[in-house]
Nanobody, 123 residues
Framework: VQLQASGGGLVQAGGSLRLSCVAPERIFSAHAMAWYRQTPGKQRELVAAITSEGVPNYKDSVKGRFTISRDNAKNTAYLQMNSLKPEDTAVYYC??????????????????WGQGTQVTVSS
């Protein structure tokens, strides 16, 4: 299974970016989707996740700034990131999985990942 992530880039603090993750049509609607991020020397951490029914879950530090969504017609998950801060700088990865994905803090057991996309927020 391949996930195609895109949308990273360089933005100033306070700016916005939207990440996209396209999954195979045949499995997308039945699975949860999530976004993780990782910085050098640190574990990958859950940023936001959404169940197959569209119920979101967020890391506390991004609540009110990031919004995860999914479009089953386009088999795509999105992460809208507003009011970006320098500490949001990381490589962001999308993931696909079962219901437990939405609470998997470090992505343990997740077998389906997209390629990373770099998000850099300058101060």
């Amino acid at each position: 299974v391949q996930l195609q992530a895109s949308g990273g880039g360089l933005v100033q603090a306070g700016g916005s970016l939207r990440l996209s993750c396209v999954a195979p049509e045949r499995i997308f609607s039945a699975h949860a989707m999530a976004w993780y991020r990782q910085t050098p020397g640190k574990q990958r951490e859950l940023v936001a996740a959404i169940t197959s029914e569209g119920v979101p879950n967020y890391k506390d530090s991004v609540k009110g700034r990031f919004t995860i969504s999914r479009d089953n017609a386009k088999n795509t998950a999105y992460l809208q990131m507003n009011s970006l801060k320098p500490e949001d700088t990381a490589v962001y990865y999308c993931a696909l999985g079962g219901p437990g994905l939405v609470y998997s803090i470090h992505g343990t057991g997740v077998g389906t990942w997209g390629q990373g996309t770099q998000v850099t927020v300058s101060s």
